[in-house]
Structures are given as C-alpha cells and as structure tokens.
C-alpha cells in the first residue's frame, strides 16, 4: 500500500503530465522548502524522563505563509507528515486562500500521557520550533489527536517569546481569539459541497441515503448539517464499530449517547455493524469521515454506494481510485471535500490580523461561497479536459502554485 506521500506525488504526477510541466518546475513544487525534526524531551508525572520525536514539514510557500494541522498520534512519521503537508499546499490553492502547505506532528500516544503532560509536551516543542513558524511564516492547527487546547497553549509559549500574535495558530477556543464556526468548519464544508455535488447529478439530500463513517469532529458535524438538510442517514460508525437503519438514524440522540457514553456502543437506533460492513453498504453516497486508506483494492469492487465523498485525508488508496474511475463512480477528493476547515482557519487568522470579530453568520456564508466556488470551478475543469474531479482539483491547484512560483522568481 502506498504511503501518504507517495499517494500524493501520484496523483501531482498525473495531473503535471496533463498539463506538460516541465521536469525543473515538477521538482520545484514536489520538494519541500524545509524538513523540520526535533526532539521533544518531557519529564512524566512519575518523574521519568520520556523523549519524542516532533515534526514539521514546510512543504511551500510560494502562495503565502504555509498552513496545516498539529497531529498527535503514535503512527506519526515523516513520511505521513510530508505527504500531508504536500496535499496542503494543493488544498490551500484549490480553495484559493492565500497559504501554502505545511503538517506537522508528535510521534505519541495520547491516551497514555495526562493533561499535564501533553501541555509539556506542547509546550516543548513550541521551544523547539518557534522561530520557524509564526503568523507569516507558518500558522499550525488542530489535527488528529490535538484540539483548540492545545491550540491555546501553543499561542501563550509562542507569545513568551515573541510577543501578542494570536494570528500564530489557529482553531483557537473562541474565548481565545478564535473564530466562530471553526469547530463545525469542515463538517459543514463536507455538507455543502456533498449538496453540490448531488445537485450536479439532479440529485437531492431528501431523495439520497448516506452512510458516513467516522463519528468525531468531521463526522458529526457532516451528519448534523446533512441530516438539516433533509438527508436519510442510514448508518454511522466511531473506532467501536457502527450503526445501520434503513429508516434513519436520529443523529441528535446519536450525539448525546454518544457524549455520554464516549462509544456510540448499545444505541438503540440501529442494528450493530462494523466499520468494515459500512463502507460496503447500499447507500447512495459514501462518506468515509475517520483515517485514510480504509478504500483499497481489496474492498473498492464491492462498494455499491454511487458516490463517494472523501471526508477524511486519503481515504482511498490510488488503487482503489482507480478501481472506481474503472466502475464510474464520481469521488469528491479530499483536497476539496474537507477543505472547509483550513478556510475557517483562514478566516479566523484574517480576523486575528486586523483585531477585529466576525460573527457566525457571516463565517458560514463566506464558507458556503468560498466552498461552492472552488467546487464550480473544478467541476467545469472535469468537464472541460474529461478528468476525474480529482485530477480537476489538481489541475487547479498545480496551475495556481506554478503561476506564483514563476511570478515570484526562485
């Protein structure tokens, strides 16, 4: 199975031949500007010394300061965190904000240290990397593993050193300068652009079932907003397994169980499935909302969903993606689907630099038009040069980048 970059540099490389890139310029936008590994030593609450190893990956910054997710989790390593923040720097230009692409993250499990321990760790890091990263440099966010907690306490040790910034992170707690919207973000992204999609096949949410796998930030958020707009959601899953109900699930029960319970485990609005079983299903439109790679070549021939909506990062293998151009099922990719996030980012850090509140309306309609035009222009690319909406989604990222880099100069 191929790594996340590798997954990523396929798809660059299928989009650079359409579009004839030249080999100088290919190498240019595939080589990161800047490989950063450190080490995160902490003293654990029994009093031992525990050392973890921390990345971050700036990938390009040929459109502005680099953007992308903080990642706690005990499979984190270069190779992933390279590829993600490759997939950055085309998700950023597909949404045309002004960023470029980075990731980073902390080889850890996080179940296994306290609260005090992770804001250690957090905090230790920050020393380690705080003058590599900053509010027009490269701002992180919340990721796998991390939330605005861990947000607020990069932005208070960044300001030790460096003074007021709030704009040097985002998805901050509201209370904290962040911005309203920001937790629904990409979730209501994942809705619109699901709306939008379907509209593009004369298709409506009350005429669909949905299956979405994944029942945390994105997840919820996706089934909440989709289930408003009169969608049937016939299962959802969390790490414990999932739900199926051809008639609907209540996904406001299903979140306060879930809430309470911590496992959507013995909710009794469904019949127990597994993930595995869900991706299968008989539904209309397919959301896989968890990790990556869970669409391969050995499941990808019995998926019967007819669209499939990339949610999580790199659901789908290239494998199985190819598996489904062969059987013509449309996927909406991730570098758009779940771009909704790092747009509310966006705006949050526009927010942050002029000291100035918006309010929740106006982040979701600005979200809305900036979503529902990227996906417009894509759309009309597919249909233009007769490629996939993932190779669409490329084409523009590709061409945007490579228009800045040869504007700038090298």
């Known amino acids: 199975m191929k790594s996340a970059f590798e997954a990523a540099q396929q798809y660059f ?28 030593p902490i003293r654990r609450d029994n009093g031992q010394i525990a050392t973890y190893i921390g990345y971050r990956m700036q990938h390009n910054s040929a459109r502005g300061p680099m953007k992308g997710g903080l990642r706690y989790h005990h499979e984190v390593n270069a190779d992933e965190v390279l590829g993600l923040a490759s997939l950055m720097t085309w998700k950023t230009a597909v949404v045309d904000i002004p960023y470029g692409g980075a990731k980073g993250g902390i080889s850890v499990d996080v179940r296994d240290l306290s609260v005090d321990e992770l804001e250690r760790l957090t905090r230790r890091f920050v020393d380690e990397i705080h003058d590599l990263f900053g509010p027009d440099k490269d701002i992180p966010a919340p990721d796998m593993g991390t939330s605005s907690q861990t947000m607020a306490w990069i932005m208070n040790q960044y300001q030790k050193f460096h003074g007021f910034a709030p704009a040097c992170v985002t ?9 309203e919207g920001r937790e629904e973000a990409t979730g209501r992204g994942v809705s619109n652009l699901t709306l939008a999609f379907l509209r593009r096949f004369n298709r409506t949410a009350e005429n669909s079932t949905f299956a979405i796998q994944g029942f945390g930030n994105v997840g919820t958020y996706t089934a909440s907003c989709l289930q408003q707009a009169g969608a049937r959601i016939i299962a959802i899953s969390d790490v414990n397994g999932g739900l199926f109900n051809p008639a609907g699930i209540d996904i406001p029960a299903a979140l306060e169980y879930s809430a309470a319970q911590k496992t959507l485990q013995g909710f009794p609005g469904g019949t127990p499935i597994s993930n595995a079983e ?24 019995d998926v019967r969903a007819k669209f499939i909506v990339e949610a999580a990062n790199g659901p789908i293998t290239p494998e199985a993606d190819a598996i489904f151009r062969q059987r013509e099922i449309p996927v909406l990719p991730d570098i758009l689907a779940n771009a909704g996030g ?22 979701r309609e600005e979200l809305e038009k900036y979503m529902t035009r990227s996906f417009n222009r894509i759309w009309t690319i597919a249909v233009e040069k007769k490629v996939p909406l ?21």
């Open 13 to 40: 490389e299928e989009a650079a031949s359409i579009m004839g890139l030249s080999d100088s310029m290919k190498d240019l936008l595939v080589t990161p500007e800047r490989e950063i590994k450190v080490q995160v």
């Open 171 to 179: 998805g901050k707690p509201v209370d904290l300068y962040g911005a």
């Open 278 to 301: 869900l991706l299968l299903l008989d539904a209309d439109v397919l959301i896989p909302a968890a990790l990556g790679n869970v669409l391969t070549a050995e499941n990808a021939h």
């Open 342 to 363: 790092v747009t509310v980012s966006y705006f949050e850090w526009v927010q942050n630099q002029q000291y100035f509140r918006w309010d929740l309306s106006r982040v």
């Open 390 to 410: 993932r190779t669409a989604a490329y084409l523009l990222a590709i061409g945007r980048v490579a228009r800045a880099t040869e504007l700038g100069g090298v």
